[in-house]
């Protein structure tokens, strides 16, 4: 991972459907923030933020830039419970790991 690399992504939809991401990396703060740009549609610039509150405890913030108003509030109502899930999952993974020590 570093600026200016690429990362391609197929997610597969439960539903119905593959869906392809394509993004660029323009930011890379190792243990404090990711930042890429979006080259499919959805556009849109997305950061990821590290903060450590307390040893074994980090609040992890999500922010998603979009063009416009009208982009931000059309994608909301599918992109907050699809992230909400995702959340609830690492949540899971996080508490897994750590009953195994890693």
Request: proline share 3%.
């Given at each position: 991972m570093r600026v200016g690399g690429k990362w391609?992504?197929?997610?597969?939809g439960p539903e119905k459907g593959n869906y392809e991401n394509a993004a660029v990396f323009i930011a890379v703060e190792p243990g404090k923030?990711?930042?890429?740009?979006?080259?499919?549609?959805?556009?849109?610039?997305?950061e990821v933020g590290f903060e450590k509150v307390a040893d074994g405890q980090t609040v992890?913030?999500?922010?998603?830039v979009f063009g416009?108003?009208?982009?931000?509030?059309?994608?909301?109502?599918?992109v907050e419970p699809k992230n909400e899930e995702n959340f609830d999952r690492l949540e899971r993974v996080l508490v897994k790991m750590q009953e195994q020590g890693l």
């Open positions: 391609r992504l197929t997610m597969h923030r990711v930042a890429w740009k979006r080259q499919t549609q959805p556009l849109f610039d997305m992890i913030s999500f922010t998603m416009t108003a009208e982009e931000c509030e059309k994608m909301r109502k599918f």
